[in-house]
């Protein structure tokens, strides 16, 4: 049933990070409110997600590509969605331990992936 306070019916929501974890809670809240999704991870299985639309009765696209990679950016066009959300996993360990490789990938993901 589709909340009328955020109802996009119709729309497709572009979800980075889709497939578990944040972008998994995100990818169900606007499924829920009635979006067709179409999610971005860099994981080549979404079973989780799959599963998820299936039970919904939602439309779903999915592509595999490693955002933080300009060169499998090449061609997107994220811009012209209906709606869009993001999320990046972070492991579990304190942020202090995190290395800056990781860091900088992680922040890119979020912060250029658009670009």
């Known amino acids: 049933m589709t909340n009328n306070l955020f109802d996009i019916s119709g729309r497709v929501a572009v979800v980075t990070g ?3 974890g944040l972008g998994l ?3 169900e809240g606007l499924a829920s409110a ?10 080549d299985e979404c079973n989780q997600l799959r599963k ?19 060169s499998q950016r ?3 066009s994220i811009g012209s969605s209906n709606a869009s ?3 990046t996993s972070w492991s579990t360990a304190p942020a202090s331990s995190i290395g800056s490789q990781r860091w900088s990938s992680t922040w ?6 658009s670009a």
Do not use: H, P
């Open 18 to 20: 889709g497939r578990r």
């Open 25 to 27: 809670a995100m990818s």
């Open 34 to 43: 009635g979006a067709k999704l179409a999610c971005i991870d860099i994981a």
């Open 52 to 70: 998820m639309a299936e039970m919904r009765g939602v439309e779903l696209t999915y592509f595999q590509a490693d955002l933080a990679d300009r």
């Open 74 to 76: 090449n061609g997107w």
């Open 85 to 87: 959300a993001g999320s």
């Open 108 to 113: 890119g993901v979020g912060t250029r992936s």
